[in-house]
């Protein structure tokens, strides 16, 4: 009874879990507060989230505290929640590596712990972790690093691996054909299309393949032959013997056309070519060749009489091989691998080879129809293969800047093998996947040759005395390194405008590729936080040397450009793009709208003689008129004298057009008084008046209203021709010259000076002609 009451709980009272603290040695405590002051600093506090063992011990050796990040929960996924990862924005690979290490190093020393305590409320300046969502870049201050660029999933997705590559054009005289194999994306509608074609097409040069290895007689098809025609291992269901049955050779001929079509198009001999023109082949016709396609290739049927088709099909692959790069490994299955968009790891992948399963699927799933998140890719079906098993390439490379692009390639890679030996008869995953994480569910096969490690993996120091017991060492330098740089940087140049480039930011990626039988590389894709665990010995001792080498480029480098990097090569380096000068948000923008124009009115031209505006600017252009053809007059006065025989040839102003056209009013215009210029009367230029003037007797006079005269701000358009013509009359042999005048005389007073100045010379020519004809008459 008194120990049944020791255990209950008094009531009104809180219970409180004390915690043994460890006894502070002073010592220790202040050795921690003076590494913590100079690390505070110097600015060396960093973070990091995830398996990295080895990232914290180098952080630590160099000085830098580290600020413990609170562990995110992680939720049970649910349904919805798997089918949510699909649309991640990047494949990660070390997901499934948190059980195995574990996030954080528990065993850690004492002080190091005190360290964290003591900074747990300061800013850290330097991130390393899984995923990419986990810290917001935009966020950061200029000082503090990270390991990751936002907006890369443009090429760490399958999706955006694909979409990227095709504008590789814009970027570099290179076709991504020679180094990435064809992909699709099955959500969306044209890709849809355009893989049913390739599909089609791929049947028709694989069926002329098949007729060409068989029956051709050359020794090299014939061992291409000897490996997809050897038995399957025990892997794939005994083939159904059809020894009764054989299809036409009406297939081949469809075949050999439709490659034919294919070239014509790349010739742009179908330019003439519109919707309306009938295919080939119909629909109908397109499911009876597919049918009979998997019958001679999946179910081993005969093709009656192939053997005069082996000249022609040989003829035309090698045409097709001049323009499609892949054609030496797409083989005889025509088999397609489907990816999920953005998932890692081997996860939902399938290997398919009949067009209807494959179109079935897409079908079925209505997410991959709206977020167009699975690709279609064509799976490389004749690769290099170590000892009858496939395998493919794990290789880093680190980005350390985007603007200008900077790309680094570390020098060593891993092979990872699958445990069941390769063949084309069967569509298992533990046959096509390399992934590590798919390998280890299964158990090697007891045919796999010997020779081949138990943990599935080779350093590239393995592989390459393996190529140089066969006599190809010189094509791991040569062949495979080149093509995989190039590969990798012809990526990342068609990524550049995506990502968001950032100054103090890094990241390490890791890109998968599959070697063919001409060693030339081939990428399959690029994750992003490529996994660290030590799962092999050959990983044990190649992850923990890459993430050292990556401290030593985005760390060490920094303080001194000339020390050792490591494993890590500088194989890129882009010219750096001049970026203008800020110059700030407030910018303006003058001009004035365009307005609509009016269609152009046709006047016709009023032949007038305006009244001034007053009788001072009337009696002023008088006296401006008189004062300057006074001269004249006199001295014509003379010559009137002289030669009392000629008679008086005058000019006169017959007539005065003027055409003002109306413009558009403009409010708070500044208007010229009108004493501050005086127009002209046209009649006041000549010495003679209005009675030698044709004038329009009912015309009412023309008044210059205040809204006709000029403005500073808007000044009226003029045109002013004066047209001097004598006309010859009948009577008495006189002469009348008659003036005709268009004028917009503004501004008057230029327009003054014009007309005055242009009177005089014409009275001064005209009286020494006459001056001269008389006394050539006299004489």
Not at 655 to 684: D, F, G, H, M
Request: charged share 25%.
């Amino acid at each position: 009874m008194h120990q049944h009451m020791q255990e209950q709980p008094l009531e009104g009272r809180a219970r409180c879990n004390y915690v043994n603290l460890p006894m502070l040695n002073g010592d220790r405590l202040k050795t921690a507060k003076t590494l913590v002051d100079k690390a505070i600093k110097e600015k060396k506090v960093f973070s990091v989230l995830g398996p990295y063992p080895v990232i914290r011990a180098g952080l630590r050796a160099r000085g830098w505290v580290e600020r413990r990040l609170p562990r995110p929960s992680v939720p049970q996924p649910h349904r919805h929640d798997l089918e949510k990862e699909a649309i991640d924005e990047g494949d990660s690979s070390d997901e499934d590596d948190l059980g195995e290490e574990g996030e954080r190093d528990d065993e850690a020393d004492d002080l190091y712990d005190l360290m964290t305590r003591l900074v747990r409320n300061e800013t850290p300046y330097f991130y390393w972790t899984t995923r990419r969502d986990s810290i917001d870049c935009r966020s950061l201050h200029k000082d503090q690093m990270t390991n990751h660029y936002a907006k890369a999933g443009s090429f760490t997705t399958k999706v955006g691996l694909c979409m990227n590559l095709r504008n590789l054009q814009w970027f570099d005289a290179a076709d991504p054909d020679t180094f990435f194999p064809r992909c699709y994306r099955l959500g969306a509608e044209d890709d849809k299309h355009a893989f049913i074609e390739d599909f089609r097409r791929t049947a028709c040069t694989s069926l002329l393949l098949y007729v060409l290895e068989k029956y051709g007689g050359d020794s090299e098809w014939e061992r291409t032959g000897e490996v997809y025609n050897a038995k399957s291992h025990g892997l794939s269901k005994a083939r159904k013997q059809h020894a009764n049955q054989r299809v036409g050779t009406s297939i081949i001929d469809n075949a050999l056309h439709i490659c034919q079509q294919y070239l014509n198009s790349l010739e742009h001999c179908d330019i003439d070519n519109t919707l309306e023109t009938i295919p080939t082949l119909s629909e109908q016709q397109w499911k009876v060749f597919l049918r009979n396609y998997y019958l001679v290739i999946h179910e081993g049927l005969m093709i009656e009489g192939c053997e005069v088709y082996v000249e022609h099909c040989k003829c035309m692959l090698e045409q097709m091989r001049r323009v499609c790069p892949q054609m030496e490994t797409d083989g005889l299955c025509n088999i397609w691998i489907i990816k999920p968009g953005a998932k890692s790891r081997g996860r939902g992948i399938m290997c398919m080879n009949r067009l209807d399963e494959i179109l079935s699927l897409v079908n079925a799933d209505h997410g991959i129809m709206k977020d167009s998140k699975w690709v279609v890719q064509k799976y490389l079906e004749r690769p290099l293969l170590v000892h009858d098993t496939k395998f493919d390439v794990r290789q880093w490379f680190l980005v350390t800047d985007w603007n200008p692009l900077t790309v680094w390639f570390y020098r060593e890679c891993y092979l990872r093998f699958s445990t069941q030996p390769y063949s084309t008869h069967t569509l298992d995953s533990s046959v096509h996947l390399c992934n590590n994480s798919i390998q280890k569910h299964f158990q090697p096969s007891p045919e796999r040759n010997p020779c081949l490690p138990a943990e599935c993996m080779w350093s590239c120091s393995q592989f390459r005395s393996w190529l140089a017991a066969s006599g190809q060492e010189d094509l791991w330098e040569g062949v495979v390194v080149p093509g995989m740089q190039k590969a990798v940087i012809q990526t990342l140049l068609t990524a550049q405008d995506s990502v968001e480039p950032r100054k103090n930011s890094f990241e390490l990626y890791g890109a998968d590729f599959m070697l063919g039988r001409d060693l030339r590389p081939w990428l399959l894709e690029i994750n992003a936080s490529p996994t660290m665990a030590p799962s092999t010995g050959v990983t044990a001792r190649l992850c923990p040397a890459v993430q050292e080498d990556t401290l030593r480029v985005v760390l060490d480098r920094r303080c001194d450009r000339n020390t050792h990097t490591g494993g890590f090569q500088l194989i890129y380096k882009q010219a750096a793009v001049e970026v203008p000068q800020y110059v700030g948000v407030n910018l303006l923008v003058e001009g004035t709208s365009i307005r609509r124009p009016r269609a152009p009115v046709n006047k016709p031209l009023i032949q007038s003689h305006p009244d001034p505006l007053s009788k001072s600017s009337s009696h002023k252009s008088s006296l401006i008129s008189s004062h300057c053809i006074s001269g004249k007059e006199n001295q014509s006065e003379e010559v009137k004298k002289a030669w009392p025989t000629l008679s008086s040839r005058k000019v006169t102003l017959e007539k005065s057009l003027i055409y003002q056209p109306k413009l558009r009013k403009c409010p708070n215009r500044l208007v010229l008084p009108s004493t501050c210029c005086v127009l002209p009367n046209p009649a006041e230029l000549h010495p003679q008046k209005l009675s030698h003037t044709h004038t329009q007797p009912n015309q009412p006079p023309t008044h210059r209203t205040r809204s006709n005269l000029p403005s500073l701000y808007r000044p009226t358009l003029s045109l002013d021709v004066i047209n001097l013509r004598p006309r010859q009359t009948l009577t008495s042999g006189h002469y009348k010259h008659e003036t005709h005048t268009v004028s917009i005389s503004y501004p008057v007073l230029r327009m003054q000076k014009y007309l005055s100045l242009n009177h005089r010379l014409t009275m001064d020519t005209f009286t020494e002609r006459e001056g001269q004809k008389s006394s050539c008459g006299k004489t």
